[in-house]
């Protein structure tokens, strides 16, 4: 069985993959196509942004979960195809910027919100997010060469904020949703940390 789930994510075309990250935005643009009422806005907003959160999530869990798993198939698959989760969750990033755009429907309300700590850590993650997905080419990844993975490693500041950005939503109301999300992502992180830096370190000889 674990032969089989290997070939079968070895045999997945990256544009199937991409039809697959695509499917959220597909329904979301039906909802918003079909839809007169102006509420649409703070709906989708709220979808981009937890799918935007998710592929995040996936595309970062990649490494720790092919240490975990002793570099089985299904996860040296999603180490190789990280980036297209990346990307993806950059997309759905933008609509939510977009999206909450729209909804605010005024500029000068945009500004007046940007104090809110819910709000600027949102828009600091997105920053943050547009050099990553702006390099996440292969021409960029040759151009930068050892300058590549610093930069991407900013990918953890951006989660940070997105998790930061989720909890504080509604007066700390999405801290629950955020940490079940972000939770295995957390303890993945914790793992890999052990196994880069703790675990080959001999042990102390007693005095």
């Known amino acids: ?11 997945i ?14 329904g979301m643009l039906a909802d ?25 999530i996936i595309g970062m869990m990649a490494t720790p979960l092919m240490l975990l798993f002793k570099g089985k198939g299904w996860t040296r ?21 977009l999206f909450y755009i729209l909804k605010l429907n ?16 949102g828009w600091l993650a997105f920053l943050i997010f547009l050099p990553l997905a702006a390099t996440s080419m292969d021409y960029a990844v040759r151009k930068l060469g050892k300058w590549w993975k610093p930069l991407q490693r900013w990918t953890y500041a951006a989660a940070v904020l997105t998790l930061l950005h989720w909890a504080s ?7 629950v949703p955020a940490a079940v999300h972000f939770g295995p992502l957390a303890l993945l992180s914790i793992y890999r940390l052990w196994w880069l830096y703790i675990r080959r370190r001999p042990a102390r000889i007693p005095a």
């Open 1 to 11: 069985m674990p032969a089989k789930i290997s070939t079968f994510f070895s045999r």
């Open 106 to 121: 005024s500029f000068d309300r945009v500004i007046a919100e940007l104090s809110a700590f819910y709000i600027w850590t």
């Open 169 to 175: 939503l509604h007066e700390w109301r999405g801290w």
């Open 32 to 56: 918003l196509i079909g839809s007169d009422n102006p509420r649409i806005y703070g709906r989708l907003l709220h979808g981009t942004g937890e799918f935007s959160a998710r592929f995040l």
């Open 77 to 97: 698959w999603m180490v190789k195809n990280r980036r297209y989760f990346g990307v993806a969750a950059f997309g759905y990033a933008a609509l939510h910027t």
């Open 13 to 26: 075309s990256p544009y199937f993959l991409w039809l697959i990250l695509a499917i959220p935005a597909l």
